[in-house]
């Protein structure tokens, strides 16, 4: 399968994940309301970064040494029992610190939630791994859709029913668990023969996992820090309301990274087949390719935030729309990271950990100083600024710490025809969004949204093909079928 096709099962694959997110977290801000979701979101937070001390890294470092072919059956089995291990411990210290975590997430079940949130989320993630390190990316995207789906439909009936938070819980739970289930059988039936414990070189395989984990665990942090740590912290300063109203914000302003993100899963592997070939050349080539197509979403989804962004999140609510600055600031805050993470994946592909390490300890150091200082000199809103700032200095850092190693060659073309394209179709939204508001030809924020939202991307896409040569056959190239040349 074409690295292309590949991509394009992840973004698929993600574009069900997270319309699907959007669709139930609208119903359920309309039925729970802000201050349980600012719950549900610290305690997703939270397990966040429990799951960073359960796997220490390990979950890319079982995806590394499983893509490099050697005995990849002995790596996943050798990483998972060292991860259920870790669970282990992680669940016994949340048990006897019950009172410390109950009194931060304020609510009685705060522990044991916790407990099933991390042991689920864990098999997940290993699974995940491991179908990874099998370059089976595309069989990974497909089981986190059906996740998606599964969680969607538990959580919406368990709310629907009157159960709250314990029915947002219970549902992400029960899905991960039936996911991880399938997936494992999938990989056992990938292996065909799984050596027996006593088969397996076990001291051999833990030192190279941990040659790999002891530099990667910090790009594990460096994610969640990404998408946890504001929330964390916002946790010791304001109500959960805001929290949750941050947490829609940044729910909205991750959905724009799927494309991003779908290449970058599907980069990795081949990234790090081409450094056993020494073909630095490709790698470069790869590398570029992903830098052109990293904001080809994240671009026009930044110009149609600041234009519809308080109508988007009205739709939750009106107590909602005070996120709108909170909203924008995290979408550019999305497009730094998007491009950062292409150079930062590069760098595990390339079996260089220890320059990831030093690039997001940048990031995460800046990132929790910036937001302790500014959340507590500005409020809430310092928590979006911090994340900008912290993925402009790290992303800055990526570059120099890349092109040292690798010719980065940065399209500046293509990315220059998205902000063009995106500019027309600002101009296009703005011009008939002031004639609804004007005129209330409509006057129903939601079919507005979704109409002006779907005309947007129309103009857009539309403009691209037309004046990007490059973009036009790359979606030619990558569709199932054969497609004539313009």
Same mark, same amino acid.
């Given at each position: 399968?074409?690295?292309?096709?590949?991509?394009?099962?992840?973004?698929?694959?993600?574009? #069900?994940?997270?319309?699907?997110?959007?669709?139930?977290?609208?119903?359920?801000?309309?039925?729970?309301?802000?201050?349980?979701?600012?719950?549900?979101?610290?305690?997703?937070?939270?397990? *966040?970064?429990?799951?960073?001390?359960?796997?220490?890294?390990?979950?890319?470092?079982?995806?590394?040494?499983?893509? $490099?072919?050697?005995?990849?059956?002995?790596?996943?089995?050798?990483?998972? *029992?060292?991860?259920?291990?870790?669970?282990?411990?992680?669940?016994?210290?949340?048990?006897?610190?019950?009172?410390?975590?109950?009194?931060?997430?304020?609510?009685?079940?705060?522990?044991?939630?916790?407990?099933?949130?991390?042991?689920?989320?864990?098999?997940?993630?290993?699974?995940?791994?491991?179908? !990874?390190?099998?370059?089976? #990316?595309? =069989?990974?995207?497909?089981?986190?859709?059906?996740?998606?789906?599964?969680?969607?439909?538990?959580?919406?009936? &368990?709310?629907?029913? *009157?159960?709250?938070?314990?029915?947002?819980?219970?549902?992400?739970?029960?899905?991960?668990?039936?996911?991880?289930?399938?997936?494992?059988?999938? @990989?056992?039936?990938?292996?065909? #023969?799984?050596?027996?414990?006593?088969?397996?070189?076990?001291?051999?395989?833990?030192?190279?996992?941990? !040659?790999? &984990?002891?530099?990667?665990?910090?790009?594990?942090?460096?994610?969640?820090?990404?998408?946890?740590?504001?929330?964390?912290?916002?946790?010791?300063?304001?109500?959960?309301?805001?929290?949750?109203?941050?947490?829609?914000?940044?729910?909205?302003? !991750?959905?724009?990274?799927?494309?991003?993100? &779908?290449?970058?899963?599907?980069?990795?592997?081949?990234?790090?087949?081409?450094?056993?070939?020494?073909?630095?050349?490709?790698?470069?080539?790869?590398?570029?390719?992903?830098?052109?197509?990293?904001?080809?979403?994240?671009?026009?989804?930044?110009?149609?935030?600041?234009?519809?962004?308080?109508?988007?999140?009205?739709?939750?609510?009106?107590?909602?729309?005070?996120?709108?600055?909170?909203?924008?600031?995290?979408?550019?805050?999305?497009?730094?990271?998007?491009?950062?993470?292409?150079?930062?994946?590069?760098?595990?592909?390339?079996?260089?950990?220890?320059?990831?390490?030093?690039?997001?300890?940048?990031?995460?150091?800046?990132?929790?100083?910036?937001?302790?200082? @500014?959340?507590?000199?500005?409020?809430?809103?310092?928590?979006?600024? &911090?994340?900008?700032?912290?993925?402009?200095?790290?992303?800055?850092?990526?570059?120099?710490?890349? !092109?040292? =190693?690798?010719?980065?060659?940065?399209?500046?073309?293509?990315? *220059?025809?998205?902000?063009?394209?995106?500019?027309?179709?600002?101009?296009?939204?703005?011009?008939?969004?002031?004639? $609804?508001?004007?005129?209330?030809?409509?006057?129903?924020?939601?079919?507005?949204?979704?109409?002006?939202?779907?005309?947007?991307?129309?103009?857009?896409?539309?403009?691209?093909? =037309?004046?990007?040569? $490059?973009?036009?056959?790359? =979606?030619?190239?990558?569709?199932?079928?054969?497609?004539?040349?313009?």
């Amino acid at each position: 399968m074409r690295i292309g096709q590949t991509s394009a099962i992840q973004f698929l694959s993600k574009i #069900v994940t997270s319309a699907g997110g959007f669709l139930s977290t609208l119903y359920f801000a309309r039925v729970v309301g802000s201050d349980t979701l600012g719950i549900y979101f610290l305690l997703l937070s939270s397990v *966040g970064w429990l799951s960073v001390l359960v796997e220490a890294g390990l979950s890319p470092a079982i995806t590394k040494r499983m893509s $490099e072919g050697e005995a990849p059956a002995e790596y996943f089995q050798v990483g998972l *029992g060292v991860i259920t291990v870790g669970t282990g411990v992680i669940t016994c210290l949340l048990l006897l610190f019950s009172k410390q975590v109950t009194d931060y997430i304020t609510h009685p079940y705060s522990t044991y939630f916790l407990v099933i949130l991390v042991i689920s989320g864990t098999a997940m993630t290993t699974v995940r791994s491991g179908l !990874s390190g099998t370059r089976n #990316v595309h =069989i990974s995207g497909i089981l986190t859709s059906i996740q998606s789906v599964a969680r969607i439909i538990l959580q919406v009936a &368990a709310v629907s029913i *009157g159960l709250g938070l314990s029915g947002l819980v219970f549902g992400w739970v029960l899905s991960s668990l039936a996911v991880a289930a399938v997936g494992f059988v999938y @990989l056992v039936i990938k292996f065909e #023969v799984l050596p027996s414990p006593s088969q397996v070189n076990t001291r051999e395989r833990l030192v190279s996992i941990y !040659s790999f &984990a002891k530099y990667s665990w910090l790009g594990s942090l460096k994610s969640k820090t990404n998408n946890y740590a504001d929330i964390l912290i916002l946790g010791l300063f304001v109500p959960s309301n805001l929290i949750g109203v941050y947490a829609i914000a940044w729910n909205i302003a !991750s959905f724009l990274t799927i494309l991003g993100s &779908a290449i970058e899963a599907t980069l990795f592997p081949e990234f790090s087949q081409l450094e056993n070939k020494d073909d630095y050349t490709e790698i470069a080539n790869l590398l570029e390719r992903s830098l052109q197509y990293t904001g080809l979403f994240v671009i026009p989804g930044l110009f149609g935030g600041i234009l519809l962004g308080d109508r988007i999140l009205r739709l939750y609510g009106s107590d909602f729309v005070v996120g709108f600055e909170v909203l924008v600031l995290l979408i550019v805050a999305v497009l730094i990271y998007d491009y950062q993470k292409q150079l930062t994946g590069v760098l595990q592909g390339i079996n260089r950990p220890d320059i990831d390490f030093r690039v997001n300890g940048t990031f995460i150091i800046s990132n929790i100083i910036l937001n302790f200082i @500014l959340i507590q000199q500005i409020g809430w809103r310092g928590a979006a600024i &911090a994340t900008v700032l912290s993925s402009g200095i790290s992303l800055a850092y990526a570059y120099y710490a890349v !092109s040292k =190693i690798l010719t980065v060659n940065i399209p500046v073309k293509e990315i *220059g025809v998205q902000i063009g394209a995106s500019i027309i179709m600002a101009i296009t939204v703005f011009f008939l969004e002031a004639v $609804e508001t004007t005129h209330r030809v409509i006057d129903h924020n939601a079919s507005v949204v979704f109409g002006l939202v779907l005309i947007g991307a129309t103009i857009y896409m539309g403009t691209l093909i =037309i004046i990007s040569d $490059e973009t036009r056959q790359t =979606i030619f190239d990558n569709l199932p079928i054969n497609q004539p040349r313009w």
